[in-house]
């Protein structure tokens, strides 16, 4: 069963920055179009970042020139650089595939910007 691994999280200050990682055992991520979400508390979870197998990017606007998605093919994970951090990109992070597989969510990296 595909099963998504995020990494990477942490508490940062305001106008830090952030690497995630994503690994995806049973699945070879450069074949799917990917994205990184993020679901702060009381909130519905968003997708934040998109990145197509054909290397295509899109972003919300809320992170758009902050946060860069990326894929490392030979080890087989997907990143999200996050900049310029502010207390509004607090939650926590999953990755998945834009198409999501039934039960194949995980269980997310928490980030928390605060001073």
């Known amino acids: 069963q595909v099963h998504m691994v995020e990494s990477g999280g942490g508490l940062v200050q305001p106008g830090g920055s952030l690497r995630l990682s994503c690994a995806a055992p049973?699945?070879?991520?450069?074949?799917?179009?990917m994205g990184w979400y993020r679901q702060a508390p009381g909130k519905q979870r968003e997708l934040v970042a998109r990145?197509?197998?054909?290397?295509?990017?899109n972003y919300a606007d809320s992170v758009k020139g902050r946060f860069t998605i990326s894929r490392d093919n030979a080890k087989n994970t997907v990143y999200l650089q996050m900049n310029s951090l502010k207390p509004e990109d607090t939650a926590v992070y999953y990755c998945?595939?834009?198409?999501?597989?039934?039960?194949?969510w995980g269980q997310g990296t928490q980030v928390t910007v605060s001073s």
């Open positions: 990145l197509t197998s054909g290397g295509t990017t």
């Open positions: 998945n595939t834009l198409v999501v597989i039934p039960g194949s």
């Open positions: 049973g699945i070879i991520l450069r074949f799917n179009d």
